[in-house]
């Protein structure tokens, strides 16, 4: 008889674990993925400031599944799911017959109806996302020391971050830091350290997943590096050189988003009902209404565990591929399929240095202590040897030196001057 084939969508947490779930079973695994490369998404903001190269957040799939015999990889772009005749359509028309799909597209940021704001305000999801922020942010301080015009100065060193989740108060943390200890010997015109930093969140208040009473420590962290925290605030239109909150406007010379997500598109021809978001309905074994041999999971998902809402976050991509992975076999074997559970390892995010809010086994941590649980936990999720000890040493010279390894202003990249016009105000 032929094994039973199991064709995988996205090389990120929730097809990578999957994959290797399926290591030693009868079956063959095809996994598919547009880039070539699996990352660490959670360390992504570091390669976007600079103090990490992508190399140290990212591995090549095949060479993370280079090991499993019963696996391959392939370099492709799911196109469609045709769910009635276990087809995934790729581009260049290839098609991929499967058995068993599991769908791990993940998802990226969401401008809520404003997709023109993307080229304005970048969002962060994948190397080019991070490489592209780390150039823009660099730009700006070349800009600034070139200009002799005070105003255009201050605008290009004013930095807006949109969004008060991880991700934002991460990025937000940072940038003071690389302003006011790794650039001011490097400039002669200007003074880095009087950069502005400004974080916006609609909500009324940051990290909305958190308890409130690590919140609240991590806006008086983000204060006390001397950013602006702007809360109950909802951006109403992003131009080129300028963010308006209602009508206030800012001008800015960089923005940056980290506001919403949206699911991926790929979740529509499955013809399951999704949210807003784009995410898809799935069942308790994370598989979808009348397609009991296509499992969704991590990002693209609507997933719960015990009744309760499961974030979108590394750890619950991982479990639910896993659990996915589990329930093939369960029926190659013949055998009952397993709901999907949430085990909640805590959540983390770090501000700078000596500065981290956490949970982690109910416990609230915050200050010196979830900084270095951040740092262990970190390294210790890092695909291969080699990606640990390097992160490792940057993160070192980056501690004890202040500076960033990676200031690097990569690809086609404008000179200084050509900054597009900041329309007047009215």
């Not at 103090?51 to 196109?79: F, G, S």
């Not at 109950?232 to 010379?253: K, L, M, P, W, Y």
């Not at 041999?293 to 991590?298: A, D, K, L, S, T």
């Not at 700078?352 to 262990?376: D, E, P």
């Amino acid at each position: 008889m032929d094994r039973p084939k199991v064709v995988i969508i996205g090389g990120g947490f929730g097809g990578l674990y999957a994959a290797r779930a399926l290591r030693d079973a009868a079956v063959d695994v095809t996994i598919i993925d547009r880039t070539n490369h699996h990352v660490f998404q959670p360390l992504l903001y570091q390669v976007a400031t600079a103090t990490l190269a992508p190399t140290d957040i990212a591995a090549p799939i095949r060479w993370l599944l280079h090991a499993q015999k019963n696996t391959e990889v392939l370099l492709a772009e799911a196109r469609e799911i045709v769910p009635g005749a276990r087809i995934v359509r790729c581009d260049g028309g290839r098609e991929l017959h499967y058995d068993f799909l599991i769908v791990a597209a993940g998802a990226r940021h969401s401008y809520f109806g404003h997709d023109d704001w993307e080229h304005r305000a970048p969002g962060l999801k994948s190397v080019a996302d991070a490489i592209e922020l780390r150039r823009r942010w660099l730009l700006a301080f070349e800009r600034a020391e070139r200009t002799s015009d005070a105003a255009e100065r201050q605008t290009d060193m004013t930095f807006v971050i949109v969004g008060g989740g991880p991700t934002g108060v991460e990025l937000a943390g940072m940038l003071p830091t690389i302003a006011r200890f790794a650039l001011p010997k490097d400039f002669r015109r200007i003074d880095t350290a009087s950069a502005r930093i400004i974080l916006i969140e609609g909500g009324p208040r940051l990290l909305p997943t958190f308890p409130e009473d690590l919140s609240a420590r991590a806006e008086r962290d983000l204060v006390e590096l001397g950013v602006e925290v702007r809360t109950n605030a909802r951006v109403t239109n992003v131009g080129d050189g300028f963010v308006e909150i209602g009508s206030e406007r800012i001008d800015a010379g960089t923005i940056l988003w980290a506001a919403g997500n949206a699911a991926s598109s790929l979740g529509a021809s499955l013809g399951a009902t999704r949210d807003r978001m784009g995410r898809v309905e799935v069942n308790e074994d994370l598989s979808i209404a009348g397609h009991p041999e296509v499992f969704v999971v991590g990002d693209m998902a609507i997933l719960e565990s015990d009744g309760k809402p499961v974030p979108g976050v590394a750890p619950a991509a991982m479990q639910s591929g896993r659990t996915a992975a589990r329930n093939v076999l369960h029926t190659v074997r013949g055998e009952g399929r397993e709901r999907f559970r949430y085990f909640n390892k805590g959540d983390l995010a770090t501000i700078g240095r000596y500065k981290a809010v956490g949970v982690l086994a109910g416990r609230h941590l915050s200050g010196a202590i979830a900084w270095w649980t951040w740092l262990l936990v970190h390294i210790m999720y890092l695909a291969g040897f080699r990606n640990r000890l390097s992160v490792l040493i940057e993160w070192g010279y980056s501690f004890f030196t202040y500076q960033r390894g990676a200031r690097l202003i990569t690809a086609d990249t404008p000179p200084p001057e050509s900054r597009p016009p900041v329309p007047p105000r009215w």
